[in-house]
C-alpha cells in the first residue's frame, strides 16, 4: 500500500517549508534514515530524512514549491506496511514520536516479509570511486548528493560542488522564527531560573592531561563534557528531558542533547547530540564535531533540529560569567554554562585560585520546582567533579 | 639518404626511407618476402629498393611464411639484422610457430647465449575492403607473447623513426603497419629521431575524459576529440604505440588527470588489449576513476567486405563520440 | 613553503572550518576569534586541520600561537617544509 510522505514541522513554530531539491526520484528504493528532500525553512536549508523503508511512487510537491507542514509531499510503497493502517510516519516535532510512528508493525511479520520481497533489493548507491576519495578528504556525506555522472552516479565534480559552496544563504525569516518561539516560550511558559558556580579545576586538569596524551583529532573541549554530564544528569531525574503538551509533561526516554550553536551570519540553531547518555565521550566528541562543522555549513539534517529533550547553551568562548538562557518550546529545561575562568575560591578555609564555571538553569515551572532544579545542577556538577567517569 | 624534417611523406614513403637508411647504414640488414623484390611490395613499401640494393639484400621468397620467418629467426641468430615482411597479420598465422615458439623463445631458452634480433614488418587492420582474410587486427595475440616486442606506429614520425631502435634491439621486434595509413600524408619533424619501443604518447591534451587508442584509431579518436571539443568535452588522446609493453605510467598519468577512460581498439573486444588496459587502470587507479570505463571495438564478426558492413564493424568516430558521452553522464 | 604560500593555504583551511567566513575579509594581524567569534570548536578543528595538512601537531598549550593569520605564520613557518 502506498504511503504519505508529508512536509514535516521542524520545530514549534514552523507552519510551511519550500521543498528546494529532491535527492530521489520515483522508483527509487529508499531507507529509513536516507535524505531524500532538502526543505527551505527559518532555519535554513534542512536535509530532511525519511522514516520508513520503501520504494518512491510520486513526487507530488515539485522543487520551488512553497507548502504547509502536513502537506503530502511524496508517496511511497513502504516495505513494511502490508496491514498497518498507520499514517506514513513524518518527521515530527520530538524525535520519539517520530521513531514510534516509524518501527515496523509487528503485527503480521508474514505479510511484511512477503511485502519486503516483493519491493526491488536496496540498490547501492552509485558513486564513483574517485568521488568516494574525494568526498572523505572534504567531509561531504555522498548521501546527500545527487549524482551527475552515467546513471545517477555521484561523481568527483558534483562532490566538489557540494565540498566547497557548502554556504547556503541564511534566511531572513531565521531572526523572525527565533522571535516567534522564544515569544511563545516566555508568554506561555513559567520560568524559573537557578545558577551554581562550581570548582571545575578536577575536569578541566584532567581534560588538559587527556588531550596532551592523545593524538590531536582525539582532543576533546570542556562543552563536550558539560553535554555528557547534562545527559547523564537527565538520566537521574526527571521533569527536565522530555516535552510538554496538551497540558501535561513527558518524559522522553532518551536523552538527545541539543547544543545551541551560534551561526556567524546571524541567527542561532540547536541541533541535537542523539542519545547523548550512552555516547562514550570520544564518540560524543565526534559527534559534536560533526554537528556543529555541518550546522555552519547548513547541511544539518531535520531529525537532528526537531529532536532536542533539552539544551544546553555554553557562552564559555563569550566571557561572560552566566547565561539565563530561555525555554524552547515544547521542552521544559534548558541548561546555560559561563566561561571556565581562575577565581578565588574557598578549600578547608583558604582562598585559592581554582578554575571556576557557572552552571545556570531555566526550567518549567509546570513541571518542576526550583528544589528539583536544584539538585539537578547539582547532579551535573558532580559528575563533573569526576570526569574520568563521564 | 634521409629527407630532411619538414617534408611532407606518406606514411608508405616514411617506412622505406627507413628501411633504405637501415640497408645503407648496416651490411648485415636485408629485407625478404612474399613480391618484396620485383613486385616492390604488396603495398608498395619496398618498390625501388630492388634496383638500388641487389638480389642479395631484397630477396623475394616463395609463398610459405613458416619458411621464410624461420629463414630469418636463423639468420638473426647467426649475427644477420633480417627485416622480414609478411603481407598481412592474417597470414602470420602461418609463421605463428616460428614466432611463438622459435623467435620469443630461444633467447630464454639458451640462458642469454642467442639473440634473436630479428623485425617483422606486417600490414594489419581493416578499411580498405580487402574482405576478412586481409583485414583482421590480431596485434593482441603477439602482445600476450613475452619475449617479442609489438610496436604499432601510427604517425608518420614513428613510422619513419621505429624501424632504428627495432633493428637495435636484441630481442624480435614486429611492427604493425595498419594498412590504411599507408596512403596518409604527413610532415615529418625531429620527433621522429625519439621513436622507441616502450613508450606511449599523448597526442592532444584534455582535461576531461582519456581515450587510449593505438594505430589507425588513433585518427578516429583525433577526429572525436575534435568534435567533443566542439561540444565542451576536453579529450586528451594517448596512442599506446608500443603494445609489447605496454607504457603503464604515461596511461595512469592521464588517468589521473582526467579520471574518465575509453579505449579505442581496432582489435574484437573479447579478450582483447582494450581488456588489457581497462584491467591495468583498474589495478593501479581504480581510486581515481569517476566513471565506468567504456571500450569501443570492433564488431565481433570476421570483418565484412561490403563497404557499408566493413565501416559498421570499425570503432568510428561518432562511436567514440557516443562512448564518452556516456562515460560523461550525458544521457543518451 | 614560501611564507605566501602558507598563508594561503592557513587562510583557505580557517575558511573551510568557518564556511560563513568570507576570506577576502580576513585581516591577517587581527585575532581570528575577535573577528569572527573563532571559538574552542573551530580552533580544535584548526588544529585538527593542521596536523592532517601541514603534518604539524600543535600542543593544546600553544593555541594561543594559532590566534590570528599573521601568528599562525610565524609559529609555522618554521615547522613546515
Known sequence: MLSEFRMPALGADMEEGTVVQWNVAPGDTVKRGQVVAVVETDKGAIDVEIFEDGVVREIVVQPGTKVAVGTVLARLEAAASAGAAAPASVVHEDARSSVAASRPSAVNPEASAEALEATAPPVRAKVSPAARVRARELGVDVATLTGTGPGGAITVEDVEKAGVTPRRELPGGMRDAIAAAMSRSKREIPHYYLSLATDVTVASDWLVARNASVPVDERVIFAALLIKAVALACRELEGFSGFYREGRFEESPSVHVGVAVALRGGGLVAPAIMDAADKALPALMEDFRQLVMRARAGRLRASELAAPTIILTSLGDSAVDAVFPIIQPPQVAIVGAGAVGMRPWVVDGQVVPRQVISLSLGADHRVTDGRLGAQFLARIASKLAAPETL | MTTGTGTVITYREAMKQAIREALASDPRVFVMGEDVGKYGGCYAVTKGLLDEFGEERIRDTPLSESAFVGAGVGAAVAGMRPIVEIMTVNFSLLAADQIVNSAATLSHMSGGQFHVPLVIRMATGAGRQLAAQHSHSLECWYAHVPGLRVVEPATIDDARGVLRPALACPDPVLIFEPNSLYNMEGELTGAAATADLSTARVRREGKDVTLVTYGASLWRCMAAAEQLAAGGVEAEVVDLRSLRPLDDATILASVRRTRRVVIVDEGWRTGGLAAEVAMRVVEQGFYDLDAPIGRVCSEEVPIPYPKHLEDAALPSVERIVTAVRRTMGDAE | ?81
Open chain 3, 1 to 81: 613553503m614560501k611564507r605566501e604560500e602558507l598563508a594561503a593555504k592557513l587562510l583557505a583551511m580557517v575558511t573551510d572550518i568557518a564556511p560563513d567566513v568570507d576570506p577576502a575579509t580576513v585581516i591577517p594581524g587581527i585575532d581570528f576569534r575577535d573577528q569572527f567569534d573563532f571559538d574552542s570548536m573551530d580552533t580544535l578543528n584548526f588544529a585538527i586541520a593542521l596536523h592532517r595538512e601541514l603534518g604539524v601537531e600543535v600542543p593544546e598549550a600553544e593555541y594561543s600561537r594559532l590566534a590570528s593569520l599573521d601568528k599562525c605564520v610565524a609559529y609555522l613557518a618554521g615547522k613546515v617544509r
